[in-house]
C-alpha cells in the first residue's frame, strides 16, 4: 500500500503569515495517463472535509487563490500565502493514482498562533 | 449544487449489523463512483470503499473486507454501506463521498 507522510503535524501560524505542508507518497503518484492525483482536502473543527485541490496544483471553486498546491513524484506540498483565522483545522493529503486504494496523510493541524 | 445526505447511524452491540444510507442530489448521481471513508473519534480519515458508477466493481480496505458490502440504486440516486460483523474499531463517523464533494457523516457506535 501507498503510505502518505505529511509534515509537520501541528502548524501555528501568526494570522497574516505564510504556511506550508509537506505531502510525501512512499511510491510516484504518476498514473499511467501521465496524471498526478494528489488532493488536498481542509477539515474545519466540527465540518466535514472539503477538496482544495485536485490533481497537485488545481483549486476547487470557490476556494481562495491563497491557496496553493504543487510538487510531483513523491514529493507535494500545500501553501497558504497569509493565514487568515477561516482556514484554521486539519488538512489532508490524499493520493488517487493507486486506484482503488485511496490512501490520507495522517493530517497537519493549523492553529493560530 | 451537490447535496450528500448520510442516514443510518447510531449505537449498536459488537457482532450486530447496521445499513447507512446516502441520498444524493444535484448532479448524475448514475454517472459517478462513490465512496464511504471514515473517521474516528479524534483520528484521522481512513478510505473504506468504493463503487463504480454501475455498480459493477466494489472495493473495500483490508480493515472491513468481507464484512462490509458497498451498493447503489442509481434509479434512487442513493448509495448504500451494510456493515456486518461490527466491532469496537468500527466506531467513526462514516463520510458518503463523490471524487471532490462529501456528506456530513453519520456516527456508527459500537458498544456493548
Known amino acids: 500500500d501507498v503510505v502518505m507522510t505529511q509534515s509537520p503535524l501541528s502548524l501555528p501560524v501568526t494570522l497574516g503569515q505564510p504556511a506550508s505542508i509537506s505531502c510525501k507518497s512512499s511510491?510516484?503518484?504518476?498514473?499511467?495517463?501521465?496524471?498526478?492525483?494528489l488532493n488536498w482536502f481542509q477539515q474545519r473543527p466540527g465540518q466535514s472535509p472539503r477538496r482544495l485541490i485536485y490533481?497537485?496544483?488545481n483549486r476547487d471553486s470557490g476556494v481562495p487563490d491563497r491557496f496553493s498546491g504543487s510538487g510531483s513524484g513523491t514529493d507535494f506540498t500545500l501553501k497558504i500565502s497569509r493565514v487568515e483565522a477561516e482556514d484554521v483545522g486539519v488538512y489532508y493529503c490524499?493520493?488517487?493514482?493507486?486506484?482503488?486504494?485511496?490512501?490520507f496523510g495522517q493530517g497537519t493541524k493549523l492553529e493560530i498562533k | 449544487q451537490v447535496q450528500l445526505v448520510e442516514s443510518g447511524g447510531g449505537v449498536v452491540q459488537p457482532e450486530r449489523s447496521l445499513r447507512l444510507s446516502c441520498a444524493a442530489s444535484g448532479f448524475s448521481f448514475s454517472n459517478y463512483a462513490m465512496y464511504w471513508v471514515r473517521q474516528a473519534p479524534g483520528k484521522g480519515l481512513e478510505w473504506v470503499a468504493v463503487?463504480?458508477?454501475?455498480?459493477?466493481?466494489?472495493y473495500y480496505a483490508d480493515s472491513v473486507k468481507g464484512r462490509f458490502t458497498i451498493s447503489r440504486d442509481n434509479s434512487k440516486n442513493t448509495l448504500y454501506l451494510q456493515m456486518n460483523g461490527l466491532r469496537a474499531e468500527d466506531t467513526a463517523v462514516y463520510y458518503c463521498?463523490?471524487?471532490?464533494?462529501w456528506g456530513q457523516g453519520t456516527l456508527v457506535t459500537v458498544s456493548s
Open positions: 490533481k497537485v496544483s
Open positions: 463503487i463504480s458508477y454501475d455498480g459493477s466493481n466494489k
Open positions: 463521498a463523490t471524487e471532490a464533494s
Open positions: 490524499m493520493q488517487g493514482t493507486h486506484w482503488p486504494m485511496y490512501t
Open positions: 511510491q510516484s503518484l504518476v498514473y499511467s495517463d501521465g496524471n498526478t492525483y
